[in-house]
């Protein structure tokens, strides 16, 4: 299972030029998290600090108990063994195989003979598609494979923790829907927590089940996927939509009377006025939240579904009115039978499946219908 990773009022400067200041948030274990924001606003930096790459000026990075920020070199070392992290291009060595790419972090910071080396990489090698290429080289294969073979090695030592760094950038669409299918496939088998930053909207809208967004050196919202698909934060609700009217500019932020003059004008172009806000491309469930991707069908349901389900709804009542209703609905269309408060009046049945007894066939009934 994944671990907690807790941040408090973390903030990080290269000089005098802040990148982001004071951002507070908590990465369930186990779930899925993405972090938004336009180019430039720190995500990588963002990583890098998580990973202990980077020193933060103030605040605090908390696993099993050890702060990142203040703990003894001993300490980083071995914390930073829980993490796997798949770099923008792969970062694989050119001048190795496949193979011995992924192979490196078990010969680096390991003891395991060469078979029991050998059985682990061919694993990985399963896991992400890749059997039969481990003697290829990295300027052999396709963008996506490297994508891959990286996400291969960043597996390799079973980490708790997976950081994805723009996985998605330089893949066409086609690519990118299965390397997203991948990452859920990958969660219901580890049960790590994920940490993705990307830029794709169809990533963030339906792969994570937390959502945060980056921008103007601060945090301006992290959440439940439901809260901020739902937001009706301004810059939240450009980018998720990817509109130009809204603070984010071309190259940096928007002043506010730039923003008011954009948003008359849209108002003013013969009726045509800005969507109310929350109401993006529309769910199968009628909502701004369309249906968050399942695990293949044949894979396990992923652990943290549950666990994130009974999370959310103890702190249900504190969530703003469109995204309980975005909450009641995905528990109605996909979960019905999980939990007995949102199950239809036939699920009521004496025959009917006990509360957590979803089944990972039931999962794949769900998947297909979708992909229908």
Not at 43 to 49: A, E, Q
Not at 83 to 105: E, K, T, Y
Not at 172 to 195: C, E, G, K, M, W
């Amino acid at each position: 299972m994944g671990v907690e990773v807790a941040v408090q009022g973390l903030t990080k400067s290269f000089g005098k030029q802040v990148i982001w200041g004071d951002v507070t948030l908590t990465l369930p274990p186990g779930e899925i998290s993405v972090m938004l924001g336009p180019s430039g606003t720190g995500k990588s930096v963002f990583l890098k600090t998580l990973v202990g790459l980077l020193k933060p000026d103030r605040g605090s990075i908390v696993i099993k108990d050890v702060d990142l920020a203040r703990c003894s070199e001993h300490q980083l070392y071995e914390t930073r063994k829980l993490f796997g992290v798949l770099f923008q291009d792969g970062a694989l060595f050119g001048s190795m195989n496949l193979f011995d790419n992924i192979a490196f972090p078990l010969r680096e910071h390991t003891r395991k003979s060469e078979s029991e080396i050998r059985q682990i990489v061919n694993e990985k090698l399963e896991m992400v598609g890749l059997t039969g290429t481990e003697k290829k080289l990295p300027g052999e294969i396709s963008g996506g494979m490297r994508k891959r073979a990286g996400l291969a090695r960043a597996l390799v030592l079973d980490p708790e923790i997976i950081l994805f760094d723009e996985p998605d950038s330089g893949l066409d669409p086609v690519r990118v829907a299965y390397l997203n299918q991948l990452i859920v496939d990958l969660n219901a088998q580890t049960d790590s927590t994920f940490l993705i930053v990307t830029h794709d909207i169809g990533t963030a809208r339906t792969v994570p089940d937390n959502l945060g967004l980056l921008f103007r050196r601060e945090l301006v919202m992290f959440g439940t996927r439901e809260v901020l698909l739902t937001s009706d934060e301004a810059v939240v609700e450009q980018f998720l939509n990817g509109r130009r009217e809204g603070p984010i500019g071309m190259s940096e932020e928007k002043d506010a009377s730039q923003v008011a003059a954009e948003l008359a004008a849209l108002g003013d172009r013969g009726g045509v006025s800005a969507p109310a806000p929350g109401t993006g491309p529309k769910g199968a469930s009628g909502t701004g939240v369309p249906p968050q991707l399942l695990p293949s069908p044949g894979l396990p349901e992923r652990k943290a579904a549950g666990r994130r389900q009974d999370r959310v709804l103890a702190m249900l009542h504190t969530l703003p009115e469109k995204a309980q209703e975005a909450v009641k609905r995905a528990l109605d269309d996909e979960h019905r039978s999980r939990l007995p408060d949102y199950r239809s009046p036939e699920s009521q049945s004496p025959d009917s499946q006990a509360p957590g007894s979803h089944s990972a066939g039931s999962e794949a009934a769900e998947y297909e219908s979708v992909a229908e």
